[in-house]
């Protein structure tokens, strides 16, 4: 599980918080968070709110991904991609052209069709539960 320092919408005050409840890594966090109740627990204990959990959850999922790690987060970030909620916008084609062009700029290799597609999969998949 990625630690939860790699999340971008999190501001430190609140990491700080989250790793003083001991929540340091993206699946800790998905896990405290799983229902709407726990979700406004943990906004109430951070002195946050539930919109902010939502935010954080969305871009943990995202990170959660397989085969998804600091490379995978840069190229999907120039993208403008930064939660599974953006993925569940977009077709698979629009996925993998944006992915394609946003590994261009960085001078890095587009993520494989086959990744690209299991990620939309995925993302699909988590938008059920």
Do not use: C, K
Not at 10 to 31: A, N, W
Not at 81 to 96: K, M, P, W
Not at 122 to 128: F, I
């Amino acid at each position: 599980m990625p630690p939860l320092s790699q999340l971008q919408r999190v501001p430190l005050v609140y990491q700080e918080r989250l790793d003083r409840q001991g929540i340091f890594t993206t699946g800790l966090l998905l896990e405290v968070s799983e229902t709407s109740t726990r979700r406004q627990y943990l906004a109430d204990q951070l002195g946050a709110t539930t919109n902010d959990v939502n935010d954080w959850r969305d871009e943990a999922m995202l990170l959660n991904l397989a085969r998804f790690g600091p490379l995978e987060q840069a190229v999907f970030t120039q993208a403008g991609i930064t939660g599974i909620a953006q993925v569940l916008e977009l077709s698979l084609d629009e996925l993998r052209a944006r992915l394609a062009r946003s590994a261009h700029i960085l001078g890095v290799e587009p993520p494989d069709d086959l990744t690209v597609e299991g990620w939309w999969e995925q993302a699909q998949t988590l938008e059920e539960e």
